[in-house]
């Protein structure tokens, strides 16, 4: 959903960071199309454990192994983009002004600018789509971007476009009436967004 021409050389990424980069690539995968027979069966085989995010990891695995990509469009379709729209609006500027385009998109659109990133020519949604901000993010993380890349890079940029708004979405997302697949998907969001939250705040 983001892109840049001009890539810098990437920096040494750790095996931590390169997780955290993959979860938030899924959270994107996920929340911009509907789930493909291949992804379905990569996550049927997910190994969670006792923490909220295991737990929503297995949880994940359990409906994704009885899921089919027919169902799993049809869900997509009804939480996302409905007659009209679907039953949740995942726009940062929705969340935080109640409107579609508003000042967070704005701010956004400078930020990425600063940090020299360009949204594709093929993307069609406002940047400040959860999914866009996550597919970010794993890009800053892993050094996809010329912008810096380090700690305090990220943070900004979770702080800025994230933090506020993000683990709300998670949890409309995990008890919406539509959920039945994503319903691990917002516990699981919501989970690594408090993780991260937390990470931050002790840097």
Known sequence: M?????????????????????????????????????LLRGLASLQGDETPMGAASKNLAALAERTTPANAEREFNNLFVGVGRGELLPYASYYLTGFLNEKPLADLRGDLMVRGIKASDD??????????????????????????????????????HLAKWAMLF??????????????????????????????????
């Open 123 to 160: 993307v069609k949604e406002p940047e400040d789509h959860a999914g866009t901000l996550c597919e970010i993010m794993a890009g800053i993380i892993t050094s996809e971007f010329v912008c810096d890349s380090d700690l305090p890079s990220q943070k900004a940029f979770f702080e800025a």
């Open 2 to 38: 983001a892109n840049t021409a001009e890539v810098q050389c990437p920096r040494s990424v750790s095996d931590e960071d390169r997780a955290r980069a993959q979860m938030y690539q899924l959270l994107a995968v996920l929340l911009s199309s509907p789930p493909s027979s291949e």
């Open 170 to 203: 998670f949890t409309d997302l995990e008890k919406a009436q539509a959920s039945v697949f994503y319903g691990p998907v917002g516990s699981l969001g919501r989970a690594f967004m408090t993780i991260e939250a937390e990470a931050f705040a002790i840097q």
